[in-house]
């Protein structure tokens, strides 16, 4: 069982900065990502990365603007996010399963923490 607490989520200006926080427990998983999904809208696959962190996945949509890291000694995900816009407004959720992929095809899910990015 794998278990995913998320943390630093908020309000920011647009052009601001945030970095995002997953803490993860348990070791059945390979690969690890963020997904976000705004109200209305479906959930989408932002950024993965691979166990070792040599691999990683950025949707066009924020290609140049966040990096995924990972801390294996902290056992911590992180998603660095600059230049912000409105629509990167949603809610964020980090994710553990076995394939690098923007698809949701993870079997453990955090709840979530909210950016809003302000106009």
């Known amino acids: 069982q794998v278990q995913l607490v998320e943390s630093g989520g908020g309000l920011v200006q647009t052009g601001g900065s945030l970095r995002l926080s997953c803490t993860v427990s348990?070791?059945?998983?390979?690969?690890i990502g963020w997904f976000r999904q705004a109200p209305g809208k479906a959930r989408e696959g932002v950024s993965c990365?691979?166990?070792?962190?040599?691999?990683?996945v950025y949707a066009d949509s924020v290609k140049g603007r966040f990096t995924i890291s990972r801390d294996n000694a902290k056992n911590t995900l992180y998603l660095k996010m600059n230049s912000l816009k409105p629509e990167d407004t949603a809610v964020y959720y980090c994710?553990?399963?076995?394939?690098?992929?923007?698809?949701?095809?993870?079997?453990?899910w955090g709840q979530g923490t909210q950016v809003t990015v302000s106009s």
């Open positions: 990365i691979s166990s070792s962190g040599g691999y990683t």
């Open positions: 348990g070791s059945d998983y390979n690969a």
């Open positions: 994710a553990a399963g076995w394939s690098v992929t923007l698809d949701p095809l993870y079997d453990y």
